[in-house]
């Protein structure tokens, strides 16, 4: 049997272990939403980035164009090459720019994975020492 200071203890331990867990989890779950809400405005704003981009690019080509019929002819290719290769430069620039948030993001919603996992296994690690505790209380 055990004595009612370790039955005291062992109650105070429990309490105050189980109380210690619960805020862990608590604060892990609001991290992690946190993280997930972080990465999905990082995964919106690339998209706004790379559609401001595409628009600034849009007008640039225009002004391209513009200036080229203006021009007439060049001594560094044909007006049609030099849109074309803007053309691309300013699709992989975009395509940059989404690429960069859309990484963050991505490391953000890992980081919330790993925590969640985290968060079990410190869970499962307390209720195991806690039974250990209580074991050696016992005896």
Do not use: Y
């Amino acid at each position: 049997m055990c004595s009612p200071t370790a039955a005291a203890m062992a109650a105070t331990m429990v309490v105050s272990t189980g109380a210690k867990m619960a805020a862990d989890a608590q604060q892990t779950r609001h991290d992690t939403r946190e993280l997930k809400r972080s990465a999905k405005v990082g995964r919106a704003q690339g998209v706004e980035q790379e559609r401001k981009l595409r628009l600034e690019q849009s007008r640039a080509q225009a002004k391209r164009r513009v200036a080229a019929l203006k021009g007439g002819v060049t001594t560094e290719g044909s007006p049609t090459d030099m849109m074309l290769d803007a053309a691309r430069e300013d699709d992989v620039d975009a395509r940059w720019a989404r690429f960069g948030q859309t990484e963050t993001a991505r490391i953000k919603e890992r980081e919330a994975r790993f925590r969640q996992r985290q968060s079990v296994l410190d869970q499962l690690s307390g209720v195991s020492s806690l039974g250990s505790n209580l074991i050696s209380l016992s005896n």
